[in-house]
């Protein structure tokens, strides 16, 4: 659930965090379990774009303050490909999600939005690889190890995290390291996120 908080509090900083990748992959199931802490296994297909907001608590100079999580949740269909330089400008974090049931088209569809990235003046930005739907995975095959690891590799070392918004495996913990990553390329200041 979103941190609490009285209506004329403003907070610290807003960072806008995009979800990339392409339908279906489990991109709206994560946000929505991060600020509704539910799941819906019938989520539809994302139309366009969808807004999330999460407010996460954080010290700064020993005052406990929050950061504003803008979340933008990109439909992966490709006739939503051509609106994609409104959408990622001024991204401070970017997930980059694919669906663990579904490793190799998944994944490899993130290519696509990497090489758009660059185009867009955002290889630089912070990213997370999220492989989502951990739970219909009980353990990834040596092979598909093989591939995640190959893809990172190629696009420079990318943190990886594996998640389920079913389970509620590593959901928020996804948000928080995006959120530290972010802090500290820009050396923003903070205690620490509470």
């Not at 504003?68 to 970017?94: C, P, T, V």
């Not at 190799?104 to 630089?124: C, M, R």
């Amino acid at each position: 659930m979103s941190f609490e908080r009285e209506s004329e509090e403003q907070p610290y900083y807003i960072f806008k965090i995009c979800l990339l990748g392409q339908g279906g992959v489990g991109k709206t199931c994560i946000a929505r379990r991060l600020c509704f802490d539910s799941f819906d296994a019938n989520t539809r297909l994302t139309i366009g774009i969808d807004f999330y907001t999460y407010d996460l608590p954080i010290l700064v100079d020993g005052e406990e303050t929050f950061i504003r999580l803008s979340i933008w949740d990109f439909g992966g269909q490709e006739q939503f490909k051509q609106m994609f330089s409104y959408y990622i400008h001024g991204a401070n974090g970017i997930l980059m999600v694919f669906s663990l049931f579904n490793l190799n088209s998944t994944l490899l569809g993130l290519d696509w939005w990497y090489e758009h990235l660059i185009t867009q003046n955002q290889s630089k930005t912070p990213k997370l690889l999220i492989g989502c739907k951990s739970d219909l995975v009980k353990n990834l095959k040596k092979v598909d190890e093989l591939v995640v690891e190959r893809f990172r590799s190629q696009h420079d070392d990318v943190e990886y995290f594996k998640s389920s918004a079913k389970k509620n495996y590593n959901v928020k913990q996804i948000f928080v390291e995006m959120t530290k990553k972010i802090l500290d390329t820009h050396s923003f200041k903070y205690d620490k996120i509470l």
